[in-house]
């Protein structure tokens, strides 16, 4: 009688499945050229010639200044769409990033500009904004957090009344309360941060005395941070599980309550990050012109299918599209073109995601039904299941 032979290693590349591999990477490509061609006939239909303004936006975003500019708006884009992201991965559509940004980047320098707050060394100081900014919006978002666990109300209602009251409650408190007019302003502010507490820039472009904000090296932190959190750690597994099938993550022992609560406090954490890169390295302080980021990480978020790099490369195209802006109007062309290609993109993003998840199925099924006939432990009937298997796995994340 032979010894049994050993089975060989499996190879990590048996687990990439070209079949549903090729239509992902086809779907975002064709997703933009959809969303050029529509932007394209909205122009004709102004009377305007597209390919000069597919030229003058590229020419214009490629400029030093330019490229400075986008990776600014990127950094805040970035952090907006991972604090959607967070959400959208336990299965939660968090709408406050806006509430929660505004109340958390105001209660951040109110409190680093305070006449008390004199005292402390500007480093120290631009950690205490971070962390104040951080525990407020978790607080924030924590609200609609316990509405969903002890009441059953839906975070999407929660969440966008809670973006109408923080919106108010910072008016409220910046204009008749704690806000400072500095002398010859119009407006008021929190109070302009003291200079040893300004975030340094980056001088990473060259052809330009403007810098980078320096918030964007925690962008990238926060990107790797997020990464490692949902692929490598318990805690993202079962923030993946509850998302996918929350009954099964229960069945299993995961407390369901607990992860909603622990998502929506993690993401309303990071959303409160969302305006402290112009706070801290452009402004050096809070004015009401603060907002609008939160609601474009949904569309971020969406179009880099959360995803840590899809996001970095989605946040860099809506910077270059609102950069882009500035040229359109010296054109003559209006910007609201700008708004229809920027809609187009995130619903021709997620409409060719759906049929490439559609496509990829398909071929799957049809792979496996092929090989059932094939007798039990064969090459094909086993290369068919571990295939079912690594897909399955990839849904899940």
């Known amino acids: 009688m032979s010894a049994p032979t050993a089975a060989a290693p499996r190879s990590p590349w048996r687990r990439i499945d070209p079949a549903k591999l090729i239509p992902q ?38 400029t030093p200044d330019s490229q400075v500019e986008i990776l600014n708006k990127a ?16 299965g939660l559509f968090n709408i406050g990033v806006e509430g929660q940004s505004k109340i958390a980047a105001f209660m951040g320098g109110a409190l680093a500009s305070a006449s008390f707050m004199h005292w402390m060394p500007g480093s120290l100081r631009i950690v205490l904004i971070i962390v104040v900014a951080m525990l407020v919006g978790a607080a924030w978002a924590s609200i609609a957090a316990l509405l969903k666990t002890q009441r059953g109300v839906s975070e999407v209602i929660s969440t966008l009344m809670l973006n109408l009251i923080g919106a108010l409650v910072v008016t409220w408190l910046l204009n008749d309360q704690w806000g400072v007019q500095e002398p010859g302003a ?120 959360n995803h840590p790099v899809g996001m970095a490369l989605g946040a860099v195209l809506w910077g270059f599209l ?27 993003v997620v409409i060719a995601y759906e049929l490439a998840a559609r496509i990829g199925r398909r071929a799957q099924q049809k792979r496996v039904g092929a090989v059932t006939a094939a007798p039990a432990g064969s090459a094909p009937l086993a290369a068919a299941t571990e295939s079912a298997a690594g897909s399955a796995s990839e849904e899940s994340k």
């Open 186 to 305: 119009q407006i008021k502010t929190t109070g302009i941060l003291p200079e040893n507490s300004w975030m340094p820039g980056l001088p990473i472009i060259a052809g330009t005395d403007q810098k980078v904000l320096g918030f964007l090296v925690i962008s990238v932190v926060l990107g790797i941070a997020y990464w490692f959190t949902i692929n490598r750690t318990r805690f993202g597994f079962d923030l993946r599980a509850t998302g996918y099938n929350p009954f099964a993550a229960t069945a299993s022992g995961v407390n369901a309550k607990r992860m909603i609560i622990t998502a929506m406090l993690i993401s309303g954490g990071i959303a409160g990050l969302v305006n402290l890169p112009r706070m801290l390295g452009e402004s050096h302080t809070y004015t009401e012109g603060f907002g609008g980021i939160g609601f474009t990480g949904i569309a971020v978020a969406l179009l880099g299918r």
């Open 25 to 62: 990477l086809v779907a975002p490509v064709a997703a933009l050229v959809i969303a050029a061609a529509i932007s394209a006939i909205a122009l004709l239909i102004s009377d305007k010639d597209p390919i000069l303004a597919f030229k003058d936006m590229y020419d214009f975003g490629v």
């Open 75 to 90: 950094s805040e884009y970035y952090i907006a769409a991972v604090a959607v992201a967070i959400g959208f991965k336990m």
């Open 322 to 348: 609102a950069r882009s802006q500035l040229i359109l109007d010296l054109d003559g062309i209006p910007k609201e073109i700008v708004l229809i290609m920027q809609g187009v993109a995130v619903l021709s």
